[in-house]
């Protein structure tokens, strides 16, 4: 629950500080005096979109920070733990913190961590629900009444996966769709394939087998130059007069025959011994080349044209020769695809109807909870009607079965109607019910809502408009008896309601010819008397007005 808020420079508010209690905490005040200045900054710190406009006049910023008791929000804890926000110190406890700047720019923070404003709004989904004066307006759009429903019976998880199961098979359908709408596109795409699936078939270029036909074709090219010139190696070579082999034999003698031998002379003994290993070596590969190539003009044409065969189907297919290996793969695959068309189609019509399948299953699942979940929302908003004097108003759940396709949300349309007089027939909220009435059919629908809710601290903004008398009385009853599990803080404009608080709050706007600033302060006591006598009487208090206040508060302290 909220345990703490602070407030600074925020439209009117220069600065407050603020300790909560469990309960029912009411906030007053004087029309126009800011009573809903808190409940806005709160809705910053829960992620609630900025607005320059916010920062209080002559501020540079305006600064929020909120303080949560987690001890009863496991979900709370368990989100903190997973994204590292948590305080170890202090795991119990969350401190949300925003500013916003007058340029427009925001900032969040999460136990002191920068946070962005999704996990910001993710994180105050968990710790608080706020209903407010409008949303009474959202009754009147037929879409909001499924997820009315589904969050009242708890069902946004089954809700979800019926959803992700009609994603699913609407997906195959109309991949299925689109293969029997293009069958005869595709058959003419398969013909082309296998076409040329058979072309490289025969064409069989192996691995490799480029490069060596290019370079075979570079050396019967060149086959005559080669052959001369290894005959002129040779004769260079192996000259008995003017050959390498007998300048060097020679050279060797030489030095072989003087008897004392420097260094550098043994030296160039040696080097002139290895060049002559060198050449013989030389000689002998040189020779080897020439006794095994001949001119074969066959060959050369046969490696020309198996070149050009190459190159041809390359430049057909717009790729590179050596691109070709990779070509016959990719298309021999898409042909294999291709070529089992009536088992691909029989294989995806019948993934399709499995598909379907499951998504009846869960959607019919999802319907039998609908129903059992309206039978109970029913129940509870019509007692609550009644208390709320319109006692011969029946709101009832339409689940109508879809005549068309089903849809991503299930196999119904949702539609909340009502009867408000005996005899009438149930029809649309919104054809029906008037302003005051539609304001406490939604009170009636909140409050019930609120008791299905995991969430421990619940607001209500105003939801008590358009309401007076014994049912204002009802609606405090209602409100403080929620409160008995948690939570509530309700900003209203009723003294019935606002004697039912366990704590109470008056929202004081001053202003000077300069400025303006709203602040609010804590009653007890006689200061809580006076509030109530005001709301009762207006600015003349009365004896009769104080002690009708009195009386509320003590019939309250009963409850």
Not at 90 to 113: D, F, M, V
Request: hydrophobic share 40%.
């Amino acid at each position: 629950m909220l345990t703490h808020l602070s407030v600074q420079n925020f439209t009117l508010v220069e600065r407050l500080d603020l300790d909560f209690k469990s309960g029912m905490t009411v906030i007053t005040g004087e029309t126009g005096a800011g009573k809903s200045v808190l409940l806005e900054a709160l809705g910053q710190t829960l992620g609630d979109r900025a607005d320059a406009t916010r920062v209080r006049s002559g501020a540079k910023r305006a600064d929020i920070s909120a303080t949560f008791d987690l001890s009863l929000i496991e979900q709370a804890r368990e989100w903190l733990e997973e994204h590292d926000l948590e305080q170890p110190e202090q795991p119990s406890e969350c401190l949300l913190r925003r500013t916003l700047t007058a340029e427009g720019r925001s900032k969040a923070y999460i136990n002191g961590h920068p946070a962005t404003l999704a996990q910001l709004k993710t994180l105050g989904e968990m710790l608080m629900d706020i209903h407010s004066q409008h949303e009474h307006q959202s009754l009147l759009v037929k879409d909001n009444h499924r997820r009315l429903l589904d969050e009242y019976a708890g069902h946004l998880a089954l809700a979800s996966e019926v959803k992700q199961a009609f994603k699913r098979w609407k997906s195959k359908a109309e991949r299925l769709h689109a293969l029997k709408s293009n069958a005869d596109e595709l058959n003419a795409r398969y013909q082309l394939i296998a076409y040329q699936v058979e072309e490289l078939d025969q064409l069989d270029l192996k691995p490799g087998e480029l490069d060596e036909l290019e370079a075979e074709q570079r050396t019967l090219a060149d086959a005559e130059n080669l052959l001369t010139a290894s005959g002129q190696l040779t004769e260079l070579a192996s000259d008995d007069e003017q050959g390498l082999q007998a300048g060097i034999q020679r050279a060797l003698q030489v030095l072989r025959n003087l008897g004392n031998k420097p260094a550098l002379l043994r030296d160039a003994e040696q080097l002139l011994g290895e060049a002559q290993i060198q050449i013989d070596e030389a000689l002998r590969s040189i020779e080897h080349f020439s006794d095994s190539f001949s001119l074969d003009p066959e060959r050369l044409a046969e490696v020309d044209e198996r070149l050009s065969a190459i190159y041809d189907i390359a430049r057909k297919h717009r790729i590179g020769p050596e691109q070709l290996p990779e070509l016959h793969q990719r298309l021999a695959l898409e042909a294999a695809e291709l070529g089992g068309g009536d088992e691909q189609l029989d294989a995806l019509e019948q993934e399709v109807r499995e598909l379907e399948q499951a998504y009846r299953k869960l959607a019919g699942t999802l319907t039998n909870a609908r129903k059992k979940a309206a039978l109970s929302l029913v129940r509870q908003v019509n007692e609550h009607l009644q208390q709320l004097a319109m006692e011969h108003a029946r709101l009832t759940v339409d689940l109508a079965e879809r005549d068309t396709r089903p849809a991503p949300w299930g196999l119904e349309d949702v539609e909340l109607l009502i009867s408000t007089n005996p005899g009438q027939p149930p029809a649309a909220l919104g054809k029906i019910a008037s302003g005051g009435e539609l304001s406490r059919v939604s009170l009636a629908i909140q409050v019930v809502a609120a008791q299905n809710s995991a969430i421990a601290s619940l607001v209500f903004d105003e939801v008590d408009v358009g309401i007076g008398g014994a049912t204002a009385d009802i609606v405090g009853q209602l409100l403080r008896k929620l409160a008995s599990r948690g939570q509530i803080l309700c900003v209203t404009h009723l003294a019935q309601v606002a004697s039912k608080g366990h704590q109470h709050l008056r929202v004081v706007k001053t202003s000077t010819s300069k400025a303006a600033q709203t602040s609010l302060v804590e009653l007890k006591g006689d200061d809580k008397v006076e509030e109530l006598a005001r709301m009762l009487g207006g600015a003349e208090l009365t004896a009769e007005s104080r002690a009708h206040a009195e009386q509320m508060l003590e019939r309250a302290g009963a409850l």
